[in-house]
């Protein structure tokens, strides 16, 4: 028994090479007409270069986060303001909720609304200008109603102390709540 001839050895092997062409050219989209699929490459290549600023890649920079590109306080210095919020004992008011607005009302951050800490602090990063600073003291319980205070930073940080006094309601909002001390006085 003599094996096989040459020409069907190459045979076999010639079908067996196209059918693996065949194979390996269908597992890219099995879905997707042959436009379709070369669109997908097209978008992968864009989403390498998309450097997540929501411009896509159309400023040419690639990486995470861009400083370069301009926002509204892109070439604006920051400060830090600290509110401290106090009862008029002294002690901390914790829990008292801060809220700091720009001169146009805008929030200045992300982080602009935030409650006091232990120590009744607040602090905020802020550029140049006028800024409005809001604080609800009622789920600190010292005080009713809102207080509302105006900073302006001019080129340093800055530092504001708030008292607020129980039963007081500077803001003039009428807020219900203890009206004085335990002899009745006001």
């Not at 001839?5 to 065949?22: H, K, N, W």
């Not at 919020?85 to 720009?102: S, W």
């Amino acid at each position: 028994m003599q094996g096989t001839s040459p020409s069907r050895r190459r045979f076999v092997a010639a079908a067996g090479s196209l059918a693996i062409a065949a194979v390996a050219g269908c597992t890219d989209d099995e879905d997707a007409p042959p436009e379709e699929a070369e669109e997908d490459d097209d978008e992968t290549a864009d989403d390498e270069t998309d450097d997540g600023d929501g411009l896509g890649d159309s400023n040419g920079e690639t990486g995470a986060d861009d400083e370069d590109e301009p926002t509204k306080d892109a070439d604006q210095e920051t400060y830090e303001l600290a509110v401290i919020v106090e009862t008029e004992d002294g002690e901390p008011a914790v829990g008292a909720f801060v809220t700091v607005t720009d001169e146009d009302g805008d929030l200045v951050d992300d982080e602009a609304e935030q409650p006091t800490d232990d120590q009744g602090q607040a602090l905020f990063e802020v550029g140049d200008g006028e800024h409005t600073v809001e604080i609800d003291a009622t789920e600190a319980e010292v005080g009713d109603g809102e207080f509302e205070e105006t900073v302006t930073i001019d080129g340093d940080d800055e530092e504001l102390m708030v008292t607020v006094e129980e039963g007081d309601d500077p803001a003039g909002e009428g807020a219900e709540g203890d009206a004085g001390d335990e002899d009745g006085n006001s």
